[in-house]
């Protein structure tokens, strides 16, 4: 009876497995989702189900400090958000103190950013440009210290509350900073870190409007998001964006407020430009305005003797790296040779810098006239304003140039305004690079496109 019961029971195993199994063959297939990605199954399949291409974020200054640390190194940092400067030792951190006084990023006496090298060390160093006398000075770029509090021939203490670019300690956490660096060793300076602003959209995003240009990078300047791009890395010609650089190092490297007497022979570019003439006397900064309005070659080749043209080359070359502009090279200060070159990455950072360091630039380029330490002789009215956009209401800056082989190039930073009442992100700061565009027309055209694509898809209700 046992051994019945026994085989009744694994028949009906048997009879009820093989039903399941005729069953399966008979359903539909589904998809097989594995960490909740759709994994195609049929040929049929729309491409709606695929992963959506993932988001990509352009880096900031901070993986920099990731490197030096794993490598061990020994190098010092200076926070400019955080208002404090660390030194690491062999990878570990020593010692940290707070920044007393930084630079004025909202005018020409920002502290600049990137990557440097400890110049100099001396317990007294002499500022002639401010003339006042800094002890522990510790130089790592240009005219640009780490020192302690400052004090005027006489011994009057310094009471401004903005330096000149420079970084200002307390006496004794300058001391103890100087004694624990050594010269060659590495000097990070980080401006902002990315935000981790995140765009919302309640649709799906439309299709990316056609470009002309060969090249283009359209991106977020606050958290390095990349909204759009084509051959972000190929180098190309750069035409007059050149001329970003070329004022960038003449304001960072010498005495605004000095002036040169123009030669003829500093005339031999190509154009002219009206009121530049043999002769006259201009200070550094009045020539911006027709460098950066105007985009005179004369101009860029003038601003290059203050500090001797060949010199101003070399630092242009020089400031690339330290604010991750890898693949970008310098022949001439104007832009008209063929070899001044980058890629539409690398210039995001030069825009990025820009706005963060040298804001100024931009405001000139839009026509707007800046504290310039006396009268400027140019008569903005007189000067034709070669950058597009300059009437924009948004228009924060920037710069197009043209050259034959490298066709119409632009740079264009905007402001978006966002429908919040969030006082903390009222607006975001986004950069439009062209490289490549056949006219100007389609320039124009192909940056306002973009504008239109950005509000449709990223900043309306």
């Not at 950072?349 to 040298?358: M, T, V």
């Not at 009215?381 to 924060?396: A, G, R, T, V, W």
Request: charged residues 25%.
């Amino acid at each position: 009876m046992k051994k019945n019961f026994f085989i009744f029971f694994i028949l009906n195993i048997f009879l009820v497995s093989a039903n399941l199994y005729f069953f399966s063959l008979l359903a539909p297939k589904q998809p097989i989702i594995i960490d909740n990605l759709p994994i195609k199954t049929s040929d049929t399949e729309t491409s709606d189900t695929l992963p959506k291409k993932p988001a990509r974020y352009l880096k900031d200054l901070t993986p920099i400090r990731e490197s030096l640390l794993l490598d061990e190194v020994s190098f010092l940092e200076v926070h400019l958000s955080q208002m404090k400067t660390i030194f690491y030792k062999t990878g570990v951190l020593e010692k940290e103190v707070p920044i007393l006084i930084k630079g004025d990023s909202s005018g020409w006496g920002g502290t600049p950013a990137g990557l440097y090298e400890l110049k100099s060390k001396n317990w007294l160093a002499f500022s002639s440009i401010s003339e006042v006398y800094m002890p522990y000075s510790l130089g790592f770029y240009g005219a640009y210290y780490i020192h302690g509090e400052p004090y005027y021939p006489g011994g009057r203490p310094v009471a401004s509350k903005f330096s000149n670019g420079c970084i200002r300690l307390l006496d004794p956490d300058a001391k103890t900073i100087y004694k624990l660096v050594k010269k060659g060793m590495p000097v990070l300076v980080i401006d902002k870190e990315n935000d981790d602003y995140e765009y919302q959209t309640t649709r799906p995003v439309q299709k990316e409007p056609e470009i002309s240009a060969n090249n283009y990078l359209v991106a977020d300047l606050d958290s390095g998001f990349v909204f759009m791009e084509k051959n972000p890395q190929a180098k190309a010609p750069i035409a007059s964006l050149t001329k970003l650089m070329t004022a960038i190092v003449v304001t960072e490297n010498y005495d605004q407020r000095k002036s040169i007497l123009v030669q003829p022979w500093m005339l031999t570019a190509y154009g002219s430009t009206k009121g530049l003439g043999a002769g006259k006397k201009f200070r550094l900064t009045e020539l911006l305005y027709p460098l950066l309005v105007e985009s005179s070659n004369d101009a860029s080749e003038v601003l290059s003797y203050f500090l001797g043209r060949e010199k101003t080359i070399r630092l242009m070359n020089e400031k690339t790296k330290p604010i991750l502009m890898e693949k970008t090279s310098f022949i001439d200060p104007s832009g008209l040779d063929a070899e001044n070159v980058s890629t539409a990455q690398d210039l995001f950072y030069l825009a990025k810098y820009i706005l963060n360091n040298r804001i100024p630039l931009l405001k000139i380029s839009r026509g707007e006239r800046v504290t310039s330490f006396g009268k400027v002789h140019f008569d903005l009215k007189s000067l034709e304003n070669k950058n597009i956009f300059f009437e924009h209401p948004d228009f924060i800056g920037g710069k197009t140039g043209l050259i034959a082989v490298s066709e119409y190039v632009g740079l264009f930073v905007f402001r978006f305004p966002l429908e919040t009442n969030d006082d903390i992100e009222p607006e975001r700061k986004i950069v439009i690079i062209l490289l490549g565009s056949p006219t100007s027309d389609d320039l124009e055209k192909d940056a306002q496109n973009i504008l239109n694509w950005l509000k449709e898809n990223y900043f309306s209700s």
